[in-house]
């Protein structure tokens, strides 16, 4: 069984960044995707940035370019936040897609990391 672990939130200023990672442990054949989301106060979770295994990413349209999401080896991925804005506070969670030694296709996710951008 997978767990994910995520870490990197915290305060930070407008304007600023921050780093996230999502850390995968336990037994697995392949993560095929590792996928960032975002659960704002009052909001529903939204789907902020994914990486596959090999290598292709996705991003919500509204977040191009101002985060970026990169997999430095095949059990972590990192959501590189820059330019921050109040608006981007949320709980985030990494999610990973995984087949297992019997083949099985299962979605694990983690606790999620609170972001607070405010000054």
């Known amino acids: 069984q997978v767990q994910l672990v995520e870490s990197g939130g915290g305060l930070v200023q407008p304007g600023g960044s921050l780093r996230l990672s999502c850390a995968a442990s336990?037994?697995?054949?392949?993560?095929?995707?590792l996928t960032w989301y975002r659960q704002g106060p009052g909001k529903e979770r939204e789907l902020v940035a994914s990486?596959?295994?090999?290598?292709?990413t996705d991003y919500a349209d509204s977040l191009k370019g101002r985060f970026t999401i990169s997999r430095p080896n095949a059990r972590r991925t990192d959501l590189q936040m820059n330019s921050l804005v109040p608006e981007d506070t949320a709980v985030y969670y990494c999610?990973?897609?995984?087949?297992?030694?019997?083949?099985?296709?299962?979605?694990?996710w983690g606790q999620g990391t609170l972001v607070t951008v405010s000054s």
């Open positions: 990486i596959n295994s090999g290598g292709s």
């Open positions: 336990g037994s697995f054949l392949i993560i095929t995707a």
């Open positions: 999610k990973a897609r995984t087949i297992d030694s019997r083949n099985r296709d299962l979605e694990v």
